[in-house]
C-alpha cells in the first residue's frame, strides 16, 4: 500500500530539479520541495488516482511555487553579490561552453519557461503537462519549443563567446 | 531549415508521435543533427546540480515517515468517504427491513371489540337470519 514516502521517492528528484531550475538558492528549493511534499501528504485523503501521481504533484509544485514568488516578490531583493554562487541555478559551466541558463530562463515568457522546465526538470509529458498548467497539448508543445529554440541561441552565444 | 522543421524535431526529441516520413525528410538535412544535439545540451545543462542533496533526501524522508499515515488506500477505492457511509446506512436499513420479526408493526394494532355476541343453536337456519 502506497504512502506520501513513496510518492516522494518516487517524485522528489524530478520535483526538486524543477524548483531548483525557479528559485535562486538551493535552500529555498529544498525548503519548497519539502512544503510540496507536506501538502500532498495532508491532500492525499483527497486525493483519487487518475494515474497520473507525477501531474498532480506538480500541480502542488506549481501552487508552492506561486506562493512563493507572490510573497518573494513583495520582500526586499538581497543584492547580489559580485562573486559568483557556486549553487545557484544561474551560472553552469560545461566543459565546452558556458550557458547562463538562470538569466536565460529569465527572459523567457514566464509560461514557455514553465513549459520547458516541467518538461526537461520534471520528465513530464505534453499531456502531463497540459494538465497542470490547464493548457492544450498543443500550446505546450508551442512553448517547450519557444523556450528550447531560445536556450539553443543563448547556447550558440555562449559558443561563440567561447571561441 | 524551417520552423515547422525545427517544431518537429522538437517534438521528436521529447519523444512525441511525429510523423515518420516528415522526420526522415528533416534528417535528411545535415543541420539536424546539430539542432538535436544542442537540445540535447541546453537538457543537460538543465540537469546540472540540479539534484538534491542526500542529507536532504534522508532528513525529508525521515519527515515524511514520521507523520504516518497518509495511506493510500483510496487511490483504488475511487469513491467519496461520504457516499461510502451512505451507501453503508442504506445497506444496513435494507438487511434491518428484510431480517424484520413477522409481527405487526404497529403495537397498537389489536383483535376488533366484538359489538354483538351469535349464540350457536344447533338446528337454527342461519340462512334466515
Redo the contacts between chains.
Keep these: 500500500m502506497a504512502s506520501v514516502a513513496e510518492i516522494f521517492d518516487r517524485h522528489h528528484t524530478a520535483v526538486f530539479a524543477y524548483l531548483r531550475r525557479r528559485v535562486r538558492s538551493v535552500a529555498d528549493a529544498e525548503d519548497l520541495c519539502q512544503d510540496v511534499f507536506l501538502r500532498a501528504h495532508r491532500a492525499l485523503p483527497r486525493y483519487v488516482s487518475t494515474g497520473r501521481d507525477a501531474a498532480w504533484v506538480f500541480r502542488i509544485a506549481r501552487n508552492v511555487l506561486l506562493n512563493f514568488k507572490r510573497g518573494d516578490a513583495r520582500a526586499p531583493q538581497p543584492v547580489e553579490s559580485a562573486e559568483p554562487d557556486t549553487m545557484s541555478a544561474g551560472s553552469v559551466a560545461s566543459s565546452e561552453q558556458t550557458i547562463d541558463l538562470g538569466r536565460a530562463l529569465d527572459e523567457l515568457p514566464e509560461q514557455d519557461a514553465d513549459a520547458f522546465l516541467l518538461r526537461e526538470a520534471g520528465g513530464l509529458g505534453y499531456d502531463e503537462i497540459a494538465a497542470v498548467t490547464g493548457a492544450t497539448p498543443d500550446a505546450v508543445r508551442n512553448r517547450i519549443f519557444r523556450a528550447r529554440m531560445a536556450l539553443r541561441t543563448a547556447l550558440g552565444a555562449a559558443r561563440r563567446m567561447s571561441r | 531549415m524551417t520552423d515547422n522543421d525545427?517544431?518537429l524535431l522538437?517534438?521528436y526529441f521529447?519523444?512525441?508521435r511525429v510523423d515518420p516520413r516528415r522526420l526522415v525528410d528533416v534528417l535528411e538535412n545535415p543541420d539536424a543533427i546539430d539542432?538535436l544535439r544542442?537540445?540535447a545540451?541546453?537538457?543537460?545543462?538543465?540537469?546540472?546540480?540540479?539534484?538534491?542533496?542526500e542529507a536532504?533526501?534522508r532528513q525529508?524522508?525521515a519527515?515524511?515517515?514520521a507523520?504516518g499515515?497518509?495511506?493510500?488506500?483510496?487511490?483504488?477505492v475511487?469513491i467519496?468517504?461520504p457516499a461510502l457511509v451512505a451507501a453503508a446506512v442504506v445497506i444496513a436499513a435494507i438487511g434491518v427491513w428484510t431480517l424484520r420479526p413477522s409481527m405487526p408493526v404497529h403495537p397498537e394494532d389489536k383483535p376488533p371489540v366484538p359489538t354483538r355476541v351469535v349464540a350457536f343453536v344447533e338446528g337454527q337456519d342461519w340462512g334466515r337470519i
Design positions: 525545427l517544431e522538437s517534438a521529447d519523444g512525441d539542432v544542442d537540445f545540451k541546453v537538457r543537460a545543462e538543465v540537469m546540472v546540480e540540479a539534484l538534491p542533496r536532504w533526501v525529508t524522508r519527515r515524511l515517515d507523520l499515515g497518509g495511506s493510500l488506500w483510496r487511490r483504488w475511487p467519496p468517504a
